[in-house]
T-cell receptor
């Protein structure tokens, strides 16, 4: 079955630690996205990538980093510079822009700072 | 100022009681409006895409409509399994500043259907 897989489902981070969230898709989509969701807030765009080896900052990129070495994979690193990382993180992918296709989402990773 | 505003924030209905959720937007060039359903602790699930004013789409008990300023998600005779948060998102035209190519989401409407 085609889809987007995020792992882990739950992640705990100590103060000052970097952690990496995994996102893999087998939909053959070019574009991939990372969103952050907080209670009472809409989804906010962190980073996006429209093609391998290229990515752009979204609205709240500070304290985060990404890579896009393979079409299927778009990992997100939450660095120690992100002062309030506790949130629900969602990865999404879309078919090429010209089709204005819907975004497909993974099941999310809940990150908690301990 | 929010570009996408959903109302109400929360809505509690009895089973079978029809109602509508609203999504208003202020982007100047709309390429598309998307509706998603999100269950607790899960990723959003795609429901509909609307492209132009006057367009309507239906799926089971749900019907989405679009005007130049807002979209409605009508829920007819809802069942408890329709309980979820419903998210609205817009895709702006690149020529009106939508350079990120991502979707701009509203905060959602939390819908509870009581048996």
């Amino acid at each position: 079955d085609g889809g987007i897989t995020q792992s882990p489902k739950y992640l705990f981070r100590k103060e000052g630690q970097n952690v990496t969230l995994s996102c893999e898709q087998n939909l053959n989509h070019d574009a991939m996205y990372w969103y952050r969701q907080d209670p009472g807030q809409g989804l906010r765009l962190i980073y996006y990538s429209q093609i391998v080896n290229d990515f752009q900052k979204g609205d709240i990129a500070e304290g985060y980093s990404v890579s896009r070495e393979k079409k299927e994979s778009f990992p997100l690193t939450v660095t120690s510079a992100q002062k309030n990382p506790t949130a629900f993180y969602l990865c999404a992918s879309r078919a090429p822009r010209g089709n204005l296709a819907e975004a497909f989402f993974g099941q999310g990773t809940r990150l908690t700072v301990v | 100022e929010d570009q996408v505003t959903q109302s109400p924030e929360a809505l509690r209905l009895q089973e079978g009681e029809s109602s509508s959720l609203n999504c208003s937007y202020t982007v100047s060039g709309l390429r598309g409006l998307f509706w998603y359903r999100q269950d607790p602790g899960k990723g959003p699930e795609f429901l509909f895409t609307l492209y132009s004013a006057g367009e309507e789409k239906e799926k089971e008990r749900l019907k989405a409509t679009l005007t130049k300023k807002e979209s409605f998600l009508h829920i007819t005779a809802p069942k408890p399994e329709d309980s979820a948060t419903y998210l609205c998102a817009v895709q702006e035209s690149l020529y009106s500043g939508g350079g990120a190519d991502g979707l701009t989401f509203g905060k959602g409407t939390h819908l509870i259907i009581q048996p």
